[in-house]
């Protein structure tokens, strides 16, 4: 009997077909899973194995210590603290986020809007990333946040570090603040510290013009993450660059002082050193707390500042513009010098006003001061001696000469938002109004009035510039990094040295001899004396006749309607070494201006500023080390 029929015989050879046919397939299988193996592991093996560590290991960048500023001995005006926070993790908070919220706000006060925004911040992010609640706490509102940790649920304390200003109001317009990036921010700039959640760059001052010296260099830290994000462990850490320090002109102690005694009111005072521009103090008044700012204010803190009509957000050092108002007649007693025209014989008398068409100009004095020199015009501030003077010298010269005593032009300021006030000219006018000059200005610039401004600090600039006689520039930063910012000595302005002469001599009557307008307010103590020019900056338009008792009357109107009182000097008179501006705004009566100018000037001669050694060299290396400066 045969083994197999012929019908078993078909089904086997089936069987074999189907056999080798998966066979095949199987083969074909393995084929591809064998290149496919071949290519992830062999030929392309080391791109998926760094594509891998990737996921697996995470760079988070760290935030580097910023630069310190100090002052020309040394003082830190804006340093680095502790900074006692509190983070939410929104993945640990078991009863919800609303709820951790309420319950850590019967331990630290907690407003509306933080928890507005720490749930904004949240739902942007993964729900195990902690967030920031509150910052800056005190170490007592800290201590009661670790007292009560075990019933807050998904709360953390935290101890980073956060900018910090010890002379807070008094240093605030120099100085400026620290804030959070904003989106403007950003723009241009392509630091990825930027985009880190809490970093803070300059917004004004020294903190905003050199913010990319003071910020730092990022550094990094190596994390294992699993594949929701989540940190496993530290693999590395590398430390930020710290920022360069920052080293300043200032002196902290005068700067402190001439801030303290402007006091309340809406005011600003600078000193300067004259013979190299050094500023010793610059200070505007009032002030706010820029740490308040680090830490963030709020709505009502920002209206309080901006509806304030001292204005406290505004550095009127640099960003204040004025009408000089007398202290502006040097300039044109300069300009009378250069055209040859105030010779030791001219003389102009004053009667008490002056005709010019068919307007009268008034002088201050009404019964007039009789015959006066270039000194006696000066010494007495007479307006009409001005009047007649700039109309023989011209507006053209006076420009000129005003330029050169820099007014009129940034002074080139290392800070942010400086104006540049107003020298008015033929083609200035015709340009800005379409209208052609005419003598009636030229009178009203005489006496410092009409289209004329200044900011107190160009009116330091002409001070310093008058008792040296050098053509300086203001300085605010002498050291960056640890290397030093040299500049070339000041060469002598191009302008008569017989003018300066004189005009020292003027305002050295303004404030030692008996009729001189500062004569009252003198230092009275041997070596210390100043030279000075007081002025009247009018505020409103004066009516016939009624300039001569403008001053009188200031003290019946309304604050905004008063004159403000401005004053320039230097000191000492036998060697000028010191130079001062004050201007207070809507502050005639009384001469406060030049109390405040004497008292500074006064102090500065005594703590003797430049005769201090100061702490540059001493700290040039050790700030090189610390920030990679050359």
């Known amino acids: 009997m045969p083994l197999f029929d012929k019908k078993d015989k078909s089904r086997y050879a089936t069987f074999t077909r189907r056999s080798v046919g ?62 006692y926070r509190v983070l939410l993790v929104a993945e640990q908070a078991t009863d919800g986020v609303e709820a951790a919220l309420d319950t850590l706000a019967k331990v630290i006060q907690i407003s509306d809007a933080q928890k507005k925004r720490v749930a904004q911040t949240i739902a942007e992010n ?24 075990p019933y807050l649920p998904g709360v953390q304390p935290d101890v980073g570090e956060t900018r910090a200003y010890p002379y807070d109001v008094n240093m605030v317009h120099i100085l400026g603040y620290v804030a959070a990036v904003s989106p403007e921010d950003m723009k241009g700039d392509d630091d990825p510290l930027l985009s880190q959640p809490g970093f803070r760059i300059g917004k004004r001052g020294i903190e905003k013009a050199f913010d990319g010296e003071v910020r730092g260099e990022a550094g990094a830290s190596r994390v294992e993450v699993n594949a929701y994000g989540r940190v ?12 360069k320090d920052v080293w300043l002109t200032i002196d902290a102690e005068v700067q402190k002082f001439a801030a303290q005694r402007m006091g309340t009111e809406s005011a600003a005072c600078i000193v300067t050193d004259v013979m190299t521009g050094d500023i010793i103090a610059m200070a505007s008044t009032p002030g706010y707390d820029p740490n308040e700012f680090n830490v963030g204010i709020t709505p009502d803190q920002w209206k309080t500042l901006t509806t304030d009509d001292h204005k406290p957000l505004l550095d009127k050092t640099m960003a204040g513009i004025y009408p000089p108002g007398s202290t502006f007649k040097p300039v044109v007693a300069m300009a009378a010098v250069a055209a040859g025209l105030a010779t030791p014989d001219y003389r102009v008398t004053c009667s008490g006003s002056i005709t010019v068409g068919n307007h009268t100009f008034h ?10 020199d270039l000194e006696g015009g000066i010494k007495n501030s007479c307006d009409v001696f001005f009047y007649e003077t700039a109309r023989r010298v011209g507006i053209d010269k006076i420009q000129e000469v005003a330029l050169k005593l820099g007014l009129g032009a940034p002074t080139g300021i290392e800070l942010p938002g400086e104006k540049s006030g107003t020298i008015p000219g033929r083609d200035w006018k015709q340009k800005k109004y379409g209208v052609s000059w005419q003598q009636g200005d030229t009178l009203s610039a005489g006496i410092g009035q009409g289209y004329v401004t200044a900011t107190p600090l160009q009116l330091a600039l002409e001070a310093s510039r008058l008792a ?8 605010l930063v002498h050291m960056v ?3 030093l910012r040299g500049r070339a000595a000041p060469a002598p302005l191009d302008l008569p040295e017989y003018g300066f002469t004189r005009i020292r001599d003027g305002m050295n009557k303004v404030a030692n001899e008996p009729g001189g307008t ?52 230097f000191a000492p008179v ?3 070494r010191y130079a001062c501006a004050c201007i207070v705004e809507h502050g005639s009566d009384g001469h406060p201006q030049v109390l405040i100018a004497r008292d500074v000037l006064l102090f500065t001669q005594k703590r003797g500023s430049l005769n201090l050694p100061t702490a540059y060299p001493l700290k040039a290396a050790e700030a090189g080390r610390r920030s990679g400066g050359g």
């Open 481 to 483: 990094g640890g290397e």
């Open 232 to 243: 496993i462990r530290e693999l590395g850490h590398e430390p930020g660059v710290a920022g």
């Open 363 to 372: 002088c201050w004095q009404h019964r007039g001061h009789g015959s006066l």
């Open 574 to 576: 036998s060697a000028p």
């Open 518 to 569: 500062a004569f009252a307010y003198r230092i009275t103590e041997p070596g210390f004396e100043m030279a000075g020019k007081t002025g009247t900056a009018q505020v409103r338009a004066y009516t016939e006749g009624q300039n001569g008792g403008a001053i009188t009357k200031n003290s019946s109107l309304d604050w905004k309607l008063r004159d403000h009182g401005v004053f320039i000097g």
């Open 126 to 149: 993964k729900k195990f990333v902690p967030v920031p609640v509150v910052e800056n706490l005190s170490w007592e509102e800290f201590s009661r946040i670790n007292l009560h940790l």
């Open 468 to 475: 040296s006689g050098l053509n300086i520039s203001p300085r």
């Open 22 to 83: 998966v066979g095949g397939g199987m083969t074909l299988v393995f084929a591809v899973l064998a290149g496919r193996l071949y290519q992830l592991q062999i030929r392309d093996g080391d791109q998926y194995k760094a594509e891998a560590e990737d996921n697996r290991v995470s760079e988070r960048l760290i935030a580097p210590p910023r630069g310190r500023i100090f002052d020309r001995f040394g003082t830190e005006l804006a340093n680095n603290r502790r900074n």
